[in-house]
């Protein structure tokens, strides 16, 4: 992974922050994406740089936003042109029963979860060289009371996946999916978010193999 350039969404926290870790050891140029936590993006990157990677620019991205989107291709191409490795994690979720939920909610996770990610996809996959990574959940595959919305959000982003990958055969496109993993989302409670991003970066490079298009489920690898 040595000087490859890897894009990183919501990488200012949980499983985006460990993620860009593990690349950073392994000496990946990052790009690393953040919307409100400022600081905390900045401290990400400065680790990552300590821990070698090989260069780093940090982005404010609004993944729901199409202007903030465009913006990031510009900065990323001016630096860097291509990307090796596009990895989708930005990510968010309520818990909250459907008939309970307000419009604004609803929107806020199916625009993040599966529209941002969509066309964070379009506006970058000209400029992807090997992988797109989709991190996907237990709940892409698993349906859960409370969590209509984002279930629906995360059954979406299988589905982009798998057809994806049939459009663009000559790169690698998965998904992740973790299980319950200790974030904002779940209260903290779950298993290290550095044990999810170990089979992300396993995956970018092929020591974990998966098929076109096709899942890695965390609790079935770490079973």
């Known amino acids: 992974m040595k000087n490859r350039i890897v894009f990183i969404t919501g990488a200012s926290s949980g499983i985006g922050q460990e993620t860009a870790y593990k690349f950073a050891s392994a000496g990946a140029k990052l790009v690393l994406t953040y919307n409100r936590r400022k600081k905390n993006a900045e401290q990400t ?18 993944v729901m936003n199409n202007k903030s989107i465009a913006s990031a291709v510009k900065q990323t191409r001016k630096i860097f042109g291509n990307i090796d490795i596009l990895i989708n994690n930005a990510g968010t979720g309520i818990v909250k029963p459907l008939e309970d939920s307000t419009v604004d909610e609803i929107e806020q996770q199916i ?8 066309k964070v996809t379009h506006a970058f996959i000209p400029y ?32 982009f996946t798998q057809a994806l990958a049939q459009e663009q055969p000559d790169i690698k496109i998965c998904c992740v999916n973790p299980d319950m993993t200790a974030t904002r989302l779940t209260g903290n409670q779950g298993r290290p978010p550095s044990a999810v991003a170990d089979i992300i970066f396993k995956v970018a490079a092929n020591k974990i193999r998966v098929k076109k298009g096709g899942d890695v489920d965390v609790w079935e690898v770490l079973k």
């Open 45 to 62: 990157g400065e680790r990552c740089l300590e821990l070698g990677a090989g260069d780093m620019l940090l982005i404010k991205l609004d």
């Open 111 to 118: 625009r993040t979860n599966l529209e941002g990610l969509i």
């Open 128 to 159: 992807v060289k090997e992988a797109v990574i989709n991190i996907g959940s237990f709940l892409s595959k698993n349906a859960y009371a409370g969590m209509a919305v984002y279930c629906a959000s995360k059954y979406g982003v299988r589905g």
